[in-house]
């Protein structure tokens, strides 16, 4: 079964400071994965999508992800953190297969400190 | 922002009674879905519908049914709200099985 695991229910960062969210997934053919954004009392937004176009896919806010299929991952990264983005922030996983849906992680808390 | 509404926001109910959902779409996307979100898990797939009078089961279906008579509108319902159904339901839509999701408001559902 497919499945997408995130490393850390919360990472906290200073404001300006490097944020690295981590998202692994099982697969055994080409996925398609995704990064959502929730903020408090909302529902959720699309940050950028992988679809095997680059490996490198930039995305809302100044986020970025990469592709790495070596290792299974997919890491949310963005240089400087600004207060705005403290979130929970999801990766998910599908597969062009069978009845394949859409396969969520359990979500990280991004939190920001001034 | 995708046009997708979801009704109630917020509903608060007594065990056994049922429970209709709604999710209203203006973009003529062929899937929706009905989620739960709870702490700690994440998102959850209840059931999706891959166009009308077409429905699947998801990951935690048991309690729930849905309806889709037309594109714009699905339906999720409880039969008989139980307390492990007090939660916050998200409807989103996509184009296609692998396209983007986009996600409704949310409803707090909570089942006394």
């Known amino acids: 079964a497919q499945s997408v695991t995130q490393l850390g229910s919360h990472v906290s960062v200073s404001e300006g400071a490097l944020v690295l969210l981590r998202c692994n997934y099982s697969?055994?053919?080409?996925?398609?994965l995704f990064w959502y954004v929730q903020y408090p009392n909302q529902g959720l937004q699309l940050l950028l999508k992988?679809?095997?176009?680059?490996?490198l896919v930039k995305g809302i806010n100044g986020f970025e992800a990469e592709f790495k299929k070596s290792e299974t991952s997919f890491h949310l990264t963005k240089p400087s953190a600004h207060m705005s983005d403290a979130a929970e922030y999801f990766c998910?996983?599908?597969?062009?297969?069978?009845?394949?849906?859409?396969?969520f992680g359990k979500g990280t808390m991004l939190l920001v400190s001034p | 922002d995708a046009g997708i509404t979801q009704s109630p926001r917020h509903k608060v109910t007594e065990t056994g009674t049922p429970v209709t959902l709604r999710c209203h779409q203006t973009?003529?996307?062929?899937?929706m879905y009905w989620y739960r979100q709870d702490p700690g898990h994440g998102l959850r797939l209840i059931h999706y519908?891959?166009?009308?009078?077409?429905?699947d089961k998801g990951e935690v279906s048991d309690g729930y049914s849905v309806s889709r008579s037309k594109t714009e509108d699905f339906l999720l319902t409880l039969e008989s709200a139980t307390s492990s159904q007090t939660s916050v339901y998200f409807c989103?839509?996509?184009?296609?099985?692998?396209?983007?999701?986009?996600f409704g408001p949310g409803t707090r559902l909570t089942v006394l």
């Open positions: 989103a839509i996509s184009a296609d099985r692998v396209s983007e999701q986009f």
């Open positions: 519908s891959y166009g009308v009078k077409d429905t």
């Open positions: 697969s055994s053919v080409p996925p398609y």
């Open positions: 998910a996983v599908t597969w062009n297969s069978g009845y394949s849906t859409l396969t």
């Open positions: 973009e003529n996307h062929r899937y």
């Open positions: 992988y679809t095997s176009a680059a490996t």
